[in-house]
């Protein structure tokens, strides 16, 4: 596709304070790329994820400033989405639990229920063992992806699974993500009775191989696109961690509407998996709507429009 790129910084607030590892923020900084082409604009996001991309805001700023592309995952994930078409696989999606209290818990889940979702994504921490354990047993309808966010140790993951096994619930469990440095390289857990899954931070491209040789190789690979790069090389990826009988699902990393389309658009290509992809409630304004599956990647809204017209573009050298 040809045309003159432009591009646009922006900063989005978020409805709450959202927590990942051990980062935290209030608003979603980025950029928005633009490309014209026979009087049709087409968007793309390059915006990195601070603690996990191996780029800063400055360096993707500096590149499209100097048409430079060198090594930024997102913005080599932004260049490729502008010319993305989606295909005609439906894509699912799970759900993500952000109530504080118990009974809010319960609530939530019962909306998710109502919305058509079969998998809910619970982040430990912010509810007990005890009370997730409550939710799990009175919603035998989902699937639980349990997210520790940093918080395990050997003896503590020994816990949970004695916990949860006491409770005849460890077979309602998808599987168990954490970062795959600090738990899989540190003890012997091949035998566990539920699945692991290494989120983002671990080994992805080429470095993946230390995944398959580890002393303990996860069941799961988290895969965020905008963090890990380019369409083409998560696609190759994808493909290896299959042949290897390992399960891969993709997940957005706080994007605006212009990010989660792209990966709409990717999964409707390669959908393998329930993704992790309904995050637009995190946003204070949300332009697209969150659901349990897709049959189509959504076209742009009037309000999204509104908004992208409303950002101060600029020029690339590209």
């Known amino acids: 596709m040809t045309g003159a790129i432009s591009y646009a910084p ?3 607030e978020l409805r709450a304070t959202f927590r990942y590892g051990s980062k935290t923020v209030d608003t979603r900084r980025g950029f928005i790329l633009r490309r014209l082409n026979t009087g049709k604009a087409h968007y793309a996001e390059a915006s990195p994820l601070p603690g996990h991309s191996l780029e800063t805001l400055e360096e993707v700023a500096l590149a499209l400033e100097l048409g430079k592309l060198k090594s930024s995952p997102s913005l080599c994930f932004a260049m490729e989405a502008l010319d993305y078409e989606g295909g005609n696989l439906p894509v699912r999606s799970n759900a993500l639990l952000q109530a504080g209290t118990l009974e809010e818990a319960r609530a939530e889940l ?3 229920l109502k919305q058509g979702y079969t998998h809910c994504k619970i982040k430990l921490g912010v509810l007990s063992v005890s009370e997730i354990a409550d939710l799990m047993d009175a919603n035998s309808d989902f699937l639980f992806r349990l997210d520790a966010n940093r918080t395990l140790n050997p003896r503590s993951l020994d816990a949970l699974i004695k916990q ?3 409770r005849r619930l460890l ?3 998808d599987y168990l993500e954490e970062p795959f440095e600090e738990i899989w390289q540190s003890a012997d857990f091949s035998n566990a009775p539920l699945a692991f899954a290494a989120d983002e931070s671990a080994p992805t491209g080429e470095r993946a191989v230390d995944l398959l040789s580890a002393k303990n190789p996860p069941k799961v690979v988290i895969l965020k696109p905008t963090v890990q790069g380019s369409l083409t090389a998560l696609s190759s990826l994808l493909d290896v961690l299959a042949e290897k009988k390992i399960r891969t699902v993709i997940t957005s990393a706080i994007e605006t509407e212009v990010g989660r389309r792209a990966i709409l658009a990717f999964l409707s290509r390669h959908a393998r998996e329930v993704a992790g992809i309904s995050t637009g409630f995190l946003f204070k304004q949300n332009y697209l709507e969150d ?7 959504p076209p742009i809204s009037s309000a999204e429009q509104a908004w992208l017209d409303s950002l101060r573009w600029q020029e690339s050298k590209w």
């Open 164 to 166: 949860l096994d006491h």
């Open 10 to 12: 922006f900063e989005r």
């Open 171 to 173: 077979d309602r469990i």
């Open 110 to 112: 019962l909306g998710f």
């Open 291 to 297: 659901r349990a599956s897709w049959a189509s990647v």
